[in-house]
């Protein structure tokens, strides 16, 4: 397919940011919504989005966005996301924070709590809360993923495993309608298991568009998660699921 200039566009704003909406697009770029309509169905045509009701993520399947892409993705959301499950959290606690660019922002959230003492198997937390002189840092060992600073394997999982903390977030590359969260690593899945186990509460933070997102691995349910923090309501049948399981879903 060759791209004309708006659509080239529209893929790089899609690609930068994880999605795109109809109507900010035909804002920006001053058409109706029926010529970013017609945009997007061509794109998804050539494979290179998928539709969603109101625009357009990028396509997903077994491989992850590169991490700077993921840092760029949806911030203003990830941001507020980061500020309210921050609130959640106490000082003078525990908590276990995993892989993802949310959770990142979680870490800059808690900058400013005390006597708090934070497990992680991710290098970019430790690195933001060094700025915090009233935080302990834990740092897992084990396999070090040199494009995104996480920390997985078999080493991972035992470093976790001696603890109990009092909070547990996490995140997830995907999450399916009957309530599953995906991921794309089958050793950063086992460590995120593990950590669910060494919670007392765990905490989701997603942001919306990885409900349009897929992935290959399962890492749990939202069975297992005590709260939620996304920026927009969840589908009817996943919503009355959350309510079955007693989680509680926290839109910001």
Same mark, same amino acid.
């Given at each position: 397919?060759?791209?004309?200039?708006?659509?080239?566009?529209?893929?790089?704003?899609?690609?930068?940011?994880?999605?795109?909406?109809?109507?900010?697009?035909?804002?920006?770029?001053?058409?109706?919504?029926?010529? =970013?309509?017609?945009?997007?169905?061509? +794109? #998804?045509?050539?494979?290179?989005?998928?539709? /969603?009701? *109101? $625009?357009?993520?990028? %396509?997903?399947?077994?491989?992850?966005?590169?991490?700077?892409?993921?840092?760029?993705?949806?911030?203003?959301?990830?941001?507020?996301?980061?500020?309210?499950?921050?609130r959640a959290i106490?000082?003078?606690?525990?908590?276990?924070?995993?892989?993802?660019?949310?959770?990142?922002?979680?870490?800059?959230?808690?900058?400013?709590?005390?006597?708090?003492?934070?497990?992680?198997?991710? =290098?970019?937390?430790?690195?933001?809360? +060094? #700025?915090?002189?009233?935080?302990?840092?834990? /740092?897992? *060992? $084990?396999?070090?993923? %040199?494009?995104?600073?996480?920390l997985v394997g078999?080493?991972?999982?035992?470093?976790?495993?001696?603890?109990?903390?009092?909070?547990?977030?996490?995140?997830?590359?995907?999450?399916?309608?009957?309530?599953?969260?995906?991921?794309?690593?089958?050793?950063?899945?086992?460590?995120?298991?593990?950590?669910?186990?060494?919670?007392?509460?765990?905490?989701?933070?997603?942001?919306?568009?990885?409900?349009?997102?897929?992935?290959?691995?399962?890492l749990a349910s939202?069975?297992?998660?005590?709260?939620?923090?996304?920026?927009?309501?969840?589908?009817?049948?996943?919503?009355?699921?959350?309510?079955?399981?007693?989680?509680?879903?926290?839109?910001?």
């Amino acid at each position: 397919m060759t791209l004309n200039v708006r659509q080239s566009k529209i893929l790089e704003r899609a690609r930068d940011a994880g999605s795109v909406a109809v109507e900010d697009l035909a804002d920006q770029f001053t058409v109706s919504v029926q010529t =970013i309509r017609r945009d997007l169905s061509e +794109l #998804a045509e050539a494979g290179l989005i998928e539709r /969603v009701h *109101g $625009g357009a993520v990028i %396509r997903t399947g077994v491989t992850n966005f590169a991490y700077e892409a993921r840092r760029r993705m949806n911030e203003t959301a990830k941001s507020a996301i980061a500020k309210a499950c921050a609130r959640a959290i106490p000082d003078n606690c525990s908590i276990i924070l995993n892989l993802g660019t949310t959770t990142e922002a979680v870490a800059r959230e808690l900058l400013g709590h005390r006597n708090i003492t934070v497990v992680t198997n991710n =290098i970019n937390v430790a690195n933001i809360l +060094l #700025a915090n002189d009233s935080c302990d840092i834990m /740092v897992a *060992g $084990g396999n070090l993923r %040199r494009v995104d600073g996480g920390l997985v394997g078999d080493l991972t999982a035992d470093f976790i495993n001696q603890f109990k903390v009092d909070y547990a977030v996490i995140g997830a590359s995907a999450l399916d309608e009957e309530g599953d969260l995906l991921d794309f690593d089958l050793a950063e899945v086992r460590v995120s298991r593990m950590i669910l186990r060494r919670a007392r509460k765990v905490f989701l933070v997603t942001d919306a568009s990885k409900l349009a997102r897929s992935a290959p691995v399962r890492l749990a349910s939202l069975s297992e998660i005590d709260t939620i923090f996304i920026d927009a309501a969840l589908p009817e049948a996943l919503r009355e699921r959350c309510a079955q399981w007693d989680t509680s879903v926290q839109i910001v």
